[in-house]
């Protein structure tokens, strides 16, 4: 983490905002996680996206403003949503929990074994950490090739994300706050009627430009060339 801090306030002090947010850490939550659609469900580590993590924290409050344990082994809830794009185009959308309670398994020695194996694999033991030597190592030389970069590779900046201006206002509420997030915009989704009036804003706070219109002559041309 400190040469993560020190290459963030390095990229602050040269004006790089896009590149400082990006070493900024995050808050994100990793569980076991059992696939119910698979054939012979195992525990599987998943860490939570912003949007699905936040979801859930919601739905945990039932009508009474009391904490439902969904992850209770024997009398939790499933939860399910879908998943749509590949990468960082991935978006999880539809998340809802069940309204029936149901154990991790319908065999008591499987559920035993299951509970046996997470209890004996505790998650800070399953992730990697890396140190300091290697971490600057990864990324010492990553600010060298920013610095030195030349004035026309910024005229590339408009392809820093990985989502267009048509995807962007495509997405759902869910879709855009994680946006928001991975992006430490200032939106509030509260003050917005629209998600396309949300998409509009972020787009232009993101320099994302829309699609530009073609205009009569570009028609004519096209027309000339058979198109």
């Given amino acids: ?3 993560f801090a020190k290459n963030d306030q390095k990229a602050m002090r040269d004006g790089d905002e896009e590149y400082a947010k990006k070493l900024e850490p995050r808050d994100r939550q990793v569980v076991w996680l059992l696939d119910r659609n698979a054939d012979d469900p195992q525990p599987q580590l998943w860490i939570l996206p912003f ?3 936040k979801e859930l924290a919601v739905r945990q409050i039932d ?3 009391q904490v439902v344990a969904i992850d209770d082994p024997e009398e939790g809830y499933d939860v399910t949503f879908r998943k749509q794009g590949k990468g960082l185009k991935t978006r999880y959308i539809g998340i809802d929990v069940a309204r029936r309670q149901s154990p991790i398994s319908d065999d008591e020695d499987e559920a035993d074994e299951i509970l046996q ?3 004996e694999n ?3 033991d399953c992730l990697l950490f890396r140190d300091y030597d290697y971490i600057a190592k990864q990324f010492g030389g990553k600010t060298k090739d920013r610095d030195t970069r030349s004035d026309d590779d910024d005229s590339d900046d408009g392809d820093a994300f990985e989502f267009s201006w048509e995807e962007l206002h495509e997405m759902d509420w869910n879709e855009l706050e994680d946006i928001i997030e991975d992006n430490d915009l200032d939106f509030d ?3 917005y009627d629209d998600e396309s009036e949300l998409a509009d804003d972020i787009a232009e706070e993101l320099d994302i430009d ?3 219109k073609k205009s009569g002559r570009d028609k ?3 027309m000339r060339r058979g198109r």
């Fill in 189 to 191: 989704v509260d003050d």
């Fill in 210 to 212: 829309p699609p530009r």
């Fill in 1 to 3: 983490m400190i040469q």
């Fill in 117 to 119: 194996f997470i209890t």
């Fill in 220 to 222: 004519a041309r096209r």
């Fill in 122 to 124: 505790p998650i800070p």
């Fill in 51 to 53: 949007n699905v993590d």
């Fill in 63 to 65: 009508e009474d403003g």
